[in-house]
């Protein structure tokens, strides 16, 4: 398997949707930083939220994209 490149990563909705239902990706697995390193558009933030069904399935996702300031 070759690694994730250097800098900043753009991942498709369905990464995200497969990840929270704890499906195993190893290269995700690779680095716990890798996160922190991944570009969230407006468009697959949307396709997440508007994926959710009621309150308690939205809530997480808004966290997710809350901004946070150091």
């Known amino acids: 398997m070759n690694s994730l490149p250097a800098g900043l990563l753009l991942f498709d909705t369905?990464?995200?949707i497969r990840f929270?239902?704890?499906?195993?990706?190893?290269?995700?697995?690779e680095?716990?930083?890798i996160f922190?390193?991944?570009?969230l558009t407006a468009v697959v933030a949307?396709?997440?939220y508007a994926g959710t069904?009621?309150?308690?399935e939205s809530?997480?996702?808004m966290n997710?994209?809350?901004p946070t300031v150091p």
């Open 31 to 33: 680095d716990a930083r």
């Open 64 to 66: 997710f994209v809350r």
């Open 46 to 48: 949307a396709e997440l």
């Open 14 to 16: 369905g990464i995200y």
């Open 20 to 29: 929270s239902r704890g499906e195993k990706y190893l290269w995700l697995g």
């Open 53 to 56: 069904h009621s309150q308690q």
């Open 36 to 39: 922190q390193r991944t570009i």
């Open 59 to 61: 809530e997480p996702w």
